[in-house]
């Protein structure tokens, strides 16, 4: 069995947006989440959807998951006080029905609306071979390390240095074990399973990600996220135009 569990528990703070969650924010016609959401509703392999919701904001996701009639959706959970926390909600209840050691978990943040079918198929395929599976992208930028956000005190070989991405694959096994062992060493706070793996003294294999899968996390990326939907429904227009002769 292959599910995703995808959490959206953020309050959109680096967004600026109090009122509304930037996982609900619309763009191309769909709330970003419900955006996520249909890649892997789509996507063939793929059995089953979880999402971790803030939980004042469930009844409000529910709805949408109707109104969109987004497939697969197993449960809708609440999620934590922290990312871990709701990520930890989510692979909990995966783990209800998911039930095999070599199951394996797609975890993705609910806002990467740009995502392609490919990516997640390599995901799959990765985590079957390697029992984890994080897509990276190299770093294009020079790096300098600071403790005071004022001076540097190093620098690193941006040749060395990747930029995760999600969805991250993991077997069952493999997750429900790292997170039980997070909470008997007091690790409560990773800022992804990946950095939670390799705190606990795991190696993560790397796949090649895409630079298109960005995380709306920021207003600019969100003028990012608007830009490729406007030039994706653009191509599909001109397609058109094309084959009709227009």
Same mark, same amino acid.
């Given at each position: 069995?292959?599910?995703?569990?995808?959490?959206?528990?953020?309050?959109?703070?680096?967004?600026?947006?109090?009122?509304?969650?930037?996982? /609900? !924010?619309? &763009?191309?016609?769909?709330?970003?989440?419900?955006?996520? $959401?249909?890649?892997?509703?789509?996507?063939?392999?793929?059995?089953? @959807?979880? @999402?971790?919701?803030?939980?004042?904001?469930?009844?409000?996701?529910?709805?949408?998951?109707?109104?969109?009639?987004?497939?697969? &959706?197993? $449960?809708?959970?609440?999620?934590?006080?922290?990312?871990?926390?709701?990520?930890?909600?989510?692979?909990?209840?995966? $783990?209800?029905?998911?039930?095999?050691?070599?199951?394996?978990?797609? @975890?993705?943040? %609910?806002?990467?609306?740009?995502?392609?079918?490919?990516? @997640?198929?390599?995901?799959?395929?990765?985590?079957?071979?390697?029992?984890?599976?994080?897509?990276?992208?190299?770093?294009?930028?020079?790096?300098?390390?600071? #403790?005071?956000?004022? #001076?540097? =005190?190093?620098?690193?070989?941006?040749?060395?240095?990747?930029?995760? =991405? $999600?969805? =991250?694959?993991?077997?069952?096994?493999?997750?429900?074990?790292?997170?039980?062992?997070?909470?008997?060493?007091?690790?409560?706070?990773? *800022?992804?399973?990946?950095? !939670?793996?390799?705190?606990? %003294?795991?190696? *993560?294999?790397?796949?090649?990600?895409?630079? /298109?899968?960005?995380? &709306? #996390?920021?207003?600019?990326?969100?003028?990012?996220?608007?830009? =490729?939907?406007?030039?994706?429904? /653009?191509?599909?227009?001109?397609?058109?135009?094309?084959?009709?002769?227009?």
């Amino acid at each position: 069995m292959i599910t995703a569990m995808l959490f959206a528990g953020g309050s959109g703070v680096r967004m600026q947006s109090s009122d509304l969650p930037k996982q /609900f !924010l619309e &763009v191309g016609g769909k709330p970003i989440i419900i955006h996520t $959401a249909e890649h892997f509703a789509s996507h063939p392999w793929v059995d089953g @959807i979880v @999402i971790a919701c803030k939980e004042d904001w469930i009844d409000y996701l529910i709805k949408l998951i109707e109104q969109f009639r987004v497939r697969k &959706v197993k $449960a809708v959970v609440p999620g934590g006080k922290t990312g871990f926390d709701s990520i930890h909600n989510g692979v909990m209840a995966t $783990a209800e029905f998911s039930k095999k050691p070599d199951d394996i978990i797609l @975890i993705c943040d %609910g806002v990467r609306p740009m995502l392609s079918r490919e990516l @997640i198929t390599n995901c799959i395929e990765h985590t079957k071979k390697y029992s984890s599976a994080v897509p990276v992208t190299p770093s294009i930028d020079s790096l300098l390390y600071s #403790t005071d956000g004022e #001076t540097c =005190q190093k620098s690193y070989d941006r040749g060395t240095m990747y930029i995760t =991405q $999600a969805p =991250q694959g993991y077997t069952m096994e493999k997750i429900l074990w790292a997170h039980n062992e997070a909470y008997k060493r007091g690790i409560l706070n990773p *800022v992804s399973s990946s950095e !939670l793996l390799i705190e606990l %003294g795991e190696k *993560v294999h790397i796949f090649r990600g895409e630079r /298109f899968n960005i995380k &709306v #996390t920021t207003p600019e990326d969100l003028i990012t996220l608007r830009s =490729q939907f406007y030039y994706e429904s /653009f191509k599909k227009f001109a397609k058109e135009e094309l084959k009709y002769g227009i």
